[in-house]
């Protein structure tokens, strides 16, 4: 993949080019049809990915029901941060509301990067933090506003 093509996703920004062309000599682009799901909750995740265009729901297991606890609609989104975190499990699972186009990028790049630079590692890692704490917040204001609502058979 073209580092250019890297460089124009958000997480990425101000990158040095030797950092953006080791991450995108392992990086590929995957097309994904609308409905099909990217990750599965509890899956093991070595992959990191970033959303180019589309729409994604992150859904969460609870009983037999996934709850829809996020969307990501934004260029350059990141999908999969337990990548970065043992047990490299995921806390969700995500689907393409609508046909998407991701940049998957293993998890050993970054940590090649890490290890050469590892203050660069933990600008990244900061951004990984900041794009989960957000994710958090979207999810508790959904979970929110569903307890608000009144049950099915209750409301008017």
Do not use: K, N
Not at 85 to 91: D, E, G, H, K, L
């Amino acid at each position: 993949m073209d580092p250019a093509e890297l460089e124009r996703l958000g997480f990425f920004a101000g990158l040095p080019r030797w950092a953006l062309e080791l991450l995108a000599a392992d990086a590929r682009e995957e097309r994904v049809a609308a409905g099909r799901t990217v990750l599965h909750q509890h899956d093991r995740v070595r992959t990191v990915q970033f959303l180019v265009d589309g729409a994604l729901q992150i859904l969460v297991r609870v009983g037999d029901d996934d709850l829809l606890v996020g969307m990501l609609g934004g260029h350059g989104e990141l999908v999969g941060w337990s990548a970065f975190r043992p047990p490299y499990r995921s806390t969700a699972s995500v689907r393409c509301e609508r046909p998407s186009r991701l940049v998957a990028v293993p998890a050993a790049a970054f940590e090649a990067l890490f290890e050469r630079d590892p203050a660069l590692g933990h600008l990244l890692l900061g951004r990984v933090a900041a794009g989960v704490a957000d994710r958090l917040e979207q999810a508790r204001e959904l979970l929110l506003a569903a307890a608000a609502e009144p049950p099915a058979g209750e409301r008017s």
